[in-house]
């Protein structure tokens, strides 16, 4: 059974500092990116980064880009999302899926990578909210 599992999440001040992690488990974990993604409030979902598990490429959305990292334990086959410089605009449940390489380009990760339509299994989501 196919099994994404966030943990991490909570409530932090403005500026400070979470870490998420995304325990994937029932499936080859190198044959799949794990993207982030986060929905506040009556908003749509956002693509927050994403990762290759096959060769570690990663992406960052322009919002989180130098505030979040990304990084993989293949070993544990667990995704971890780094969150510092929290912004009361972070605070959203937060959401991990997986996404088959084969639907990856070569090259660099792009935008087009974090499209929600293109991941087939999500975990039950994670609550992050930064207060002011």
């Known amino acids: 059974e196919v099994q994404l599992v966030e943990s991490g999440g909570g409530l932090v001040q403005a500026g400070g500092s979470l870490r998420l992690s995304c325990a994937a488990s029932g499936f080859t974990f190198d044959d799949y990116a794990i993207g982030w993604f986060r929905q506040a409030p009556g908003k749509e979902p956002e693509g927050v980064s994403l990762?290759?598990?096959?060769?570690?490429?990663?992406y960052y959305a322009d919002s989180v880009k130098r505030r979040f990292t990304i990084s993989s334990d293949n070993a544990k086959n667990t995704v971890y999302l780094q969150m510092d410089s929290r912004k009361p605009t972070d605070t959203a449940v937060y959401y991990c899926a997986r996404l088959h390489r084969s639907a990856i380009a070569a090259g660099p990760l792009v935008r087009g990578d974090l499209g929600p339509d293109k991941y087939d299994y999500w975990g039950q989501g994670t609550q992050v909210t930064v207060s002011s």
């Open positions: 990762i290759s598990g096959t060769d570690g490429r990663t």
